[in-house]
């Protein structure tokens, strides 16, 4: 799930018949703890590309 992966909490959501709403909260002192290569590792869980 991108929660594991990216510094958000999914605060509420809503499924309606044609569309989804979502409420993410950005966790701000997890997001600051990362290094810049803590960034990229955490990318390429979800993408191909070259450290």
Do not use: K
């Not at 799930?1 to 044609?18: C, E, G, Q």
């Not at 989804?20 to 810049?36: C, G, K, M, N, Y």
């Amino acid at each position: 799930m991108l929660t594991s992966v990216f510094a958000i909490d999914i605060a509420a959501y809503a499924v309606m018949p044609n569309y989804l709403h979502i409420v993410l909260r950005i966790d701000l002192e997890t997001a600051q703890s990362w290094s810049s290569i803590d960034v990229v590792n955490q990318w390429h869980q979800l993408f191909q590309g070259t450290l």
